[in-house]
Each structure stands twice: as C-alpha cells, then as structure tokens.
C-alpha cells in the first residue's frame, strides 16, 4: 500500500495561522531530525517564517532554546510582532469580544490608520475569513464556507484566543525581524549550533500557487541553494515536487526524499525535503518514482524515490 500522509489532526495546533503552505502535517518529520543532531542545537532559524508552526512547535516542545522567525508580509509581521512585543492577552481578549458577521468584518478591515496591534487583529480576521485563508491581493470573503456556515465557519474564537494565551509563555524566546530571508539566513549560515527550516514560495521553474498565495514570492532559488550550501549547521527545506528544483538539489549535492502530503482539497500530493544527510529518513514510507544517478559534493549516490541513496546503507544510517 503507499504511505499515508500524517493526519494532521493528530498534531498539537500551535499556530492561529490557517492557509495554503501550511506545515503542520511536517511536525513528525520535523520531530524526526532534532533527533538526530547531535548535541542539541540553540537555536532554529526560519527564514520563510509565515504561520510558524514549526518555530512554535520547537519552542513549545523544547527542541530548541529559542527560533529566529523571518517574515516579509506586513499583515503576518504585525501578528508576530505583537506576540513578542508582549501583547497576546490584548489580542486574545480582542478576537474574544469580537462579534463577528460578514457586515462588521468589512467594516473593521477597512480602517487603515491603526497601530501594529490592530493590524495584527485585522490579520487574523482575513486569515480566518477569506477563502482558503489566503492574504494576497485577489482573495475576498467567504460566501458558503463550510457546512453553510459562511464567513463564521473558520472562526474559533475560544480556540484562537487560547493559541495566543499560550503563546506568552514562550514569546521571550522568539526573535522576529521583518527582513529578507535570504539575508538572515547568510547572517546564520555560519553558526554550527544554527539549524534552519526553509520553506520558500513555491514559485521555481515557473510554478504559479506562490504567486496566487503570498504577497512577497520573488525568490532567487538557485541563490538560496547556494547559501544552504554554506551552512555550517544543518537544514532541512521542504519544496514543491518540480523537475526543476530537483535539479537545482543535485547540482549541489544535496539529498532528496518525496513524502506523501494532503493539500487544502484533502488530495494527496507528493512534498520534496532537500538537505544535507537525509539517511536518517530511510526508515520511514518514502513516495516512489524513477531511479536516476547524480553526485552529492563527497560521493556518488542513486537517486531512488525521490531520493539519494548511500551504495552501503547499513553504513549510511550511522550518521
């Protein structure tokens, strides 16, 4: 049988995000590699930050002592901001109090002279009532929504206040900067107890959902695969499925594995991980496709379901 995708239900809900891109079926995986490095590392750096939900899951399981969490977006900024800036109780009162139909969201969201703490609260009503979440230019309000419930059908406002609630437990660990993510990520790149989880817009080789999604989705990806080459830490980045980043990942030497993911239509797709000793997934049911062969940057290796594959994998598993 093929492998299943994670039922993400199964899966603490940390962030109050809700969109496309979303990485909350990635925990386990995510989970899986901390594993596997050794000595624990300080500090997690996502350069693509959005909903966070890894950052949040690493600091909230402890995996790592504190997440450096980068994010264009000036709606998304505002929310993190005003998580760290101490503020999580006002907004989780804020959403509480909210009554919420389709005539006060528009009325609200359409204020424009309010300080980074209603830009925040704004943010999350677009997120939870716009279709499929999604911020870009171009989405709207929900007509139907889910069960017939329309523009209310997102909206869990004892469960969104409660996210943030505890979120104040851990914002003295989070270090948000509003900043290109490549330029963190280089700033990083040379800290060996730095580890990084890149999940960049998916816009390579022409791919269109990035630009449909995300308001900053312009991204030089053979320069980003450059800069994870100097990494002295590790990483791991998560991917569209696309000929053409797969072959950006070989010409630098990195390891491929396809996992099995559901998308926002609860079809089930195929996520590309890339990083730089991926052995340690072998164990784990891998998506299938056609054997190729290229040459990671120390030596030869087959490229089997998406993947490389060490000639000797009982030695490979070592690591």
């Known amino acids: 049988m093929p492998p299943k995708p994670v039922n993400v239900s199964s899966i603490p809900q940390r962030s109050p995000f809700r969109y496309p891109g979303g990485k909350t079926w990635f925990v386990p995986t995510f989970r ?11 500090v997690l750096v996502e350069p693509f930050a959005g909903g966070g ?3 949040l899951t690493a600091l909230f399981e402890n995996l790592v002592s504190s997440a450096v969490m980068v994010e264009l977006d000036d709606d998304i900024a505002a929310v993190w901001k005003t998580v760290v800036d101490g503020h999580t109780d006002w907004l989780a009162k804020r959403i509480l109090e909210f009554d919420l139909t389709r005539e006060s969201v528009i009325r609200e969201i359409s204020k424009t002279d309010v300080d980074t703490k209603e830009k925040a609260f ?10 499929g979440g999604i911020l870009a230019e171009g989405s709207g309000l929900l007509k139907y929504g889910e069960n017939g419930k329309g523009i209310r059908s997102r909206w869990y406002p004892g469960t969104l206040a409660r996210r943030f609630a505890n979120m104040k437990t851990i914002a003295n660990r989070i270090i948000f900067r509003q900043e290109d993510g490549l330029s963190v ?11 990084f989880f890149i999940d960049p817009p998916y816009t390579a080789g022409g791919k269109k959902a990035g630009n449909r999604l995300y308001k900053h989705c312009s991204l030089d990806h053979d320069h980003l695969f450059s800069l994870c080459e100097s990494i002295k830490g590790d ?9 053409e980043v797969k072959a950006m990942a070989r010409r630098h030497g ?8 559901n998308n926002t239509h609860h079809a089930t ?10 052995s340690w997934m072998d164990k784990y049911p891998a998506v299938h496709e056609p054997k190729g062969e290229y040459r990671t940057r120390k030596t030869k290796k087959v490229l089997t379901s998406g993947s490389t594959r060490d000639p000797n994998p009982q030695k490979s598993r070592k690591h």
Do not use: C
Request: no cysteine; charged share 25%.
């Open 32 to 42: 899986h590699w901390l594993e596997t490095i050794v000595p624990q590392p300080e």
């Open 53 to 55: 939900i890894i950052s």
């Open 122 to 131: 704004h943010t999350i009503l677009k997120n939870r009532t716009f279709h």
């Open 185 to 195: 990520l280089e700033e990083y790149a040379k800290r060996k107890n730095a580890i």
């Open 235 to 243: 990483f791991l980045m998560t991917y569209d499925n696309a000929n």
């Open 254 to 261: 990195f390891h491929m594995r396809l996992i099995p993911m």
């Open 269 to 278: 797709m195929e996520e590309l991980v890339i990083g730089k000793n991926l």
